[in-house]
C-alpha cells in the first residue's frame, strides 16, 4: 500500500497557552511518520478554532503560513467540542486515506500515533485510543467517568470503555459517520455503529502542560446526559416501571386504608383522599411512562438514522 494521506484534527477552544508548544510537538512528529514511511507528503495538521475567545485564531493563522503542514479551519461560534471535531472530519474526508483525532493539549501520548497508522495499514477502518489507567486524574473525575462508562453499558450503549475522542478513522469510516445526521453529537457513541474493522490502541494520558480544562462539570454533566439520552431509551422504559410498581403497591395502600377506615382510626375523609392518591400517582406514571415510550420511538425516527451499510457487494455478470 501506498504511504497513506493522514489528516490530524485539533479542536481548539480558547488554547493560545497550549498552541506554540502542541503544535511544534505534532509537527516534529508528523515529519518523523513521513521518514517512517508512514504518513505521505500530503498530510496536514487541521486546526479547528471552535470559537475561541482568544488569540488562538490569530495563531493557527500563523502557523498555516509559516508551515505547508498546517490547515485551519474557523468556526462562526463556539459549538462544543463534538460539533469542532466533526467539521474537521468531514472537511478532512475528502482530503485523506484517513483521519486521526485529538486534543490541543496533547495529554493523549502521540507517541503512540505510529502505532494508529500501523493498525490502519494493516487493514483497520478505526483505531480506537484507549487509556491504560487514570492516574492522573482527580479521583472525583475517575470515578465519575468510569461510573458513567459502565452506566452506558448498563443501558445497553456499544461504547469502548475509557476511549474518549482519541481515534483513527479511514475515509470510508468518516463517509460512513457522514450519514449520521443527528444534531445530538455523541461521537464515541455513534462510532462503533459504523461497524467495520477496528483495534484499539493503549496509551498513558498526561495532564495538560499549560492552561485549564475546557470541560468544566456543568459541560460534562450534560455531555453525559446527552450520551445517554442520544443512544438509549432505557430510562423512559424505566419510568413505566416504576408506574407498574406503585400502582401494585397502592392495592397496599387501599387495603391498609380501609382497614384503618373499618376500625374506626381515622379522620372522615381520610381513607378516599389516601387510597386515590396512591391509586391515581400510580397510574399517571404509568401513562407517562406509556406516551414516553412512543415519544422515544418518535425521537429515534426523527433522527433518522441509516438502517443498514453494505460493506461489500459481489456482482454476477
Ligand atoms: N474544546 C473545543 N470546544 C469547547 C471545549 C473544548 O473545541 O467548547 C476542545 C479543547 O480545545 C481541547 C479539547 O476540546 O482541544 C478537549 O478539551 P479539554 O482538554 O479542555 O478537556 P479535558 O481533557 O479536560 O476533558
Ligand atoms: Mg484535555
Avoid at 183 to 204: A, E, K
Wanted: net charge neutral.
Amino acid at each position: 500500500m501506498a504511504e497513506p494521506v493522514v489528516y490530524f484534527v485539533i479542536p481548539c477552544y480558547n488554547e493560545e497557552e497550549v498552541l506554540p508548544e502542541s503544535s511544534k510537538r505534532i509537527l516534529a512528529k508528523l515529519s518523523s511518520m513521513r521518514k517512517k514511511g508512514l504518513a505521505d507528503s500530503k498530510s496536514r495538521i487541521l486546526l479547528v478554532n471552535d470559537g475561541s475567545k482568544d488569540r488562538t485564531w490569530e495563531i493557527i493563522e500563523k502557523l498555516c503560513a509559516d508551515h505547508e503542514e498546517f490547515e485551519g479551519i474557523k468556526l462562526a461560534h463556539n459549538r462544543g467540542h463534538q460539533n469542532a471535531l466533526l467539521s474537521g472530519l468531514m472537511t478532512a474526508m475528502e482530503k485523506c486515506d484517513c483521519a486521526i483525532s485529538l486534543d490541543a493539549d496533547l495529554q493523549d501520548d502521540i507517541e503512540v500515533l505510529d502505532e494508529f497508522v500501523e493498525k490502519y495499514i494493516d487493514g483497520c477502518d478505526v483505531v480506537y485510543g484507549v487509556r491504560n489507567k487514570r492516574d492522573t486524574d482527580t479521583f472525583f473525575k475517575k470515578t465519575t467517568a468510569e461510573g458513567f462508562y459502565k452506566f452506558m453499558k448498563v443501558l445497553g450503549v456499544d461504547i469502548v470503555f475509557n476511549h474518549a475522542d482519541y481515534r483513527l478513522m479511514s475515509k470510508r469510516a468518516l463517509e460512513g459517520l457522514s450519514e449520521y445526521n443527528e444534531v445530538n453529537l455523541f461521537l464515541r457513541g455513534i462510532v462503533p455503529l459504523i461497524g467495520y474493522r477496528s483495534d484499539y490502541v493503549y496509551y498513558d494520558r498526561h495532564e495538560r502542560f499549560a492552561g485549564e480544562s475546557k470541560y468544566p462539570l456543568k459541560k460534562m454533566l450534560s455531555f453525559a446526559l446527552d450520551g445517554i439520552t442520544s443512544f438509549s431509551v432505557k430510562p423512559l422504559k424505566l419510568i413505566s416501571n416504576l408506574g407498574i410498581i406503585i400502582s401494585l403497591l397502592s392495592v397496599f395502600g387501599l387495603l391498609y386504608a380501609l382497614f384503618s377506615h373499618a376500625f374506626g382510626f381515622t379522620v372522615p375523609g381520610w381513607t378516599a383522599i389516601v387510597a386515590s392518591i396512591w391509586l391515581l400517582g400510580g397510574i399517571q406514571l404509568l401513562c407517562i411512562g406509556v406516551v414516553g415510550t412512543y415519544i422515544g420511538k418518535i425521537y429515534s425516527e426523527v433522527k433518522h438514522r441509516p438502517r443498514y451499510r453494505i460493506e461489500t457487494y459481489i456482482e454476477n455478470r
